[in-house]
């Protein structure tokens, strides 16, 4: 009688477990292709002017920014965060730009035990389909533009 009692148990269980629905579908952002795009009259890979750059880590937080990033593209606006001075091997910067609206661009130097530095940033605005992303090439910084989604995810 205890094994019957206890395969009507588990077939109960069973049947349970098949019935019920622990997760629903999970809602899913799918990437918007029709976004305008920010950078249009840019071409697709400009040459960064590092020097100009260095400046930009003595800023504070609300300080305005005007600083030419390649040729004749410029970034106007004001830093909106910027990394604590205890590490001297890693500075960072954001800077919300205003001639570029809704863009912000991050920039970030990293100087490695031997002395060698590497630049990092990328200018993006989620309301538009492209953005840049500074890469190195042959020994050359660069201003390399990208689909928005090829660098995040929604």
Known sequence: MNIL???VFCAFLIACGLSSFAQGKVPINEPDHNKPYLFADLPDHMPLRVSNLETLFN???GAPVNVTLSGNFHIIGSVISKSPEKDLNVKSI??????????IFTYTKTVKEDGTVKYLGRIISTRNSDAYEIVKE????ILK???LYDIISE
Do not use: F, M, P
Request: hydrophobic residues 25%; charged residues 40%.
């Open 5 to 7: 009692k206890t395969c």
């Open 59 to 61: 800023l504070e937080i």
């Open 94 to 103: 954001v800077i919300k730009s205003i001639n570029r609206k809704g863009a």
């Open 138 to 141: 042959e020994d050359q910084y």
């Open 145 to 147: 533009k990208k689909n």
